[in-house]
């Protein structure tokens, strides 16, 4: 009789046990698939070719102490008008939020098909439904941008936040989740004569050095 109720009892516990892993799986699945209320910026192609202008004009300008200040808009322009497509980025919706004390926050999106395929679950998602596949999953990265000593000198932005849909996931998840050409953007060469980058808010101050 005792053996049979300590049976009784290990499977309870073990059925409340699977039940809570598999209703916490459920829940985090929820929360990554989880609208996050983020809605994309207004942007136009005139925003994105006045700051590919200015980063043209940086590259070239010699002038020491030159400042080439970049607005949110016009760094979200030339996000989504050109080095987007450009740059291969497999990611919908990509733009920044300029917050100031050199932090930023990029947001972004992408299919579940394609999300599950980065992690070669593609054929979990041969089984999904076609709506299912095209669900959009939502991206959060915030970070903070360093200016690294070369040569040559390169700019980087930290991850120390990462968010799909209501979800917060360790950042180094986000090399997982999302195609290497959307986390090459995290990362770009300086022209030799640029001293700093900031990041102010709403704006990105470039700064030539003052003497070379």
Do not use: Y
């Not at 929360?31 to 910026?41: E, V, Y």
């Not at 950042?171 to 997982?176: G, Y």
């Not at 959307?182 to 050095?209: F, N, T, Y």
Request: proline letters at 6%; one cysteine or more; a positive charge.
């Amino acid at each position: 009789m005792r053996q049979g109720c300590s049976g009784c009892l290990v499977s309870v516990v073990l059925l409340g046990l699977t039940t809570l892993l598999v209703g916490g799986l459920i829940g985090v699945g929820a929360r990554i698939l989880a609208a996050s209320g983020d809605s994309d910026p207004v942007t136009s192609p005139g925003d994105g070719t006045r700051a590919q202008q200015k980063l043209f004009d940086l590259a070239r300008q010699t002038r020491r102490g030159h400042t080439v200040t970049l607005s949110e808009a016009e760094v979200n322009g030339l996000l989504a008008h050109h080095l987007v497509e450009a740059g291969g980025v497999r990611l919908a919706g990509l733009s920044v939020r300029l917050i100031g004390n050199d932090r930023l926050q990029l947001r972004a999106r992408s299919p579940l098909v394609q999300v599950l395929d980065e992690v070669a679950l593609g054929a979990v998602a041969d089984a999904l439904p076609e709506t299912w596949r095209a669900r959009p999953v939502q991206f959060r990265v915030g970070g903070r941008l360093r200016v690294e000593g070369g040569p040559p000198r390169q700019a980087r932005v930290e991850i120390d936040e990462f968010t799909v849909g209501r979800q917060r996931l360790p950042a180094p998840v986000l090399r997982l989740l999302v195609d290497p050409a959307a986390v090459g953007l995290l990362r770009w060469r300086l022209p030799d004569h640029v001293e700093r980058v900031e990041i102010e808010p709403g704006r990105v101050v470039i700064r030539a050095a003052s003497s070379h």
